[in-house]
């Protein structure tokens, strides 16, 4: 089996928590971090009062997220995106998941079926703009269900910073 990859963009403490501030997050909501990396996102998450499921499939980083958040309110996965599976009841995702898993991410959080309410994701730009656009995979089948917009981010919102620019992609289910 190949080794996988690392690469890796951390968000800046002060846009995870804008990040977070921004997703309307509410006491006792179900979010996902997906590539939770050390915890950026998942700490802002926590005091907004949310229960997480942080996912992070590199092995040093899962440990130190275990270490970091021993406590119901978070329960660390270690798993790769393409076994993950999605909660029964309605959740929320707030992410930035690996970019090169960005199109395996959102075909997984729109399948028939997914209780996903809504999403905040930081993804590469040009990923953002496509699939707000309603050109992602799939697109005839979630389209009608949910609505996407995305919005710039600078370069200063990731360590180290990307070598492309990079969006905040917002994914809401409609009626909800």
Known sequence: MAQPRWGWHQLADDWACRLVAGAGINPGDLVLDIGAGTGAL????????????????????????????????????????????LPRRPFRVVANPPFALTTAVLRRLLTRGSRLVAADLVLPRYAAVRWAA????????????????????PHTALRPAPPGRTALLQIRRRGW
Do not use: C, M, N
Not at 52 to 80: C, M, N, S, W, Y
């Open 42 to 85: 998942t700490a802002p998450l926590v005091r907004a009062g949310a229960r997480v499921i942080a996912f992070e499939l590199h092995p040093g980083r899962a440990a130190a997220l275990r270490a970091r958040f021993g406590t119901d309110q978070v329960k660390v996965v270690q798993v790769d995106v393409a076994d993950l599976r």
């Open 134 to 153: 309603g050109r992602g995979p799939g697109a005839d089948r979630w389209s009608r269900q949910f609505d996407l917009a995305y919005v710039g981010l």
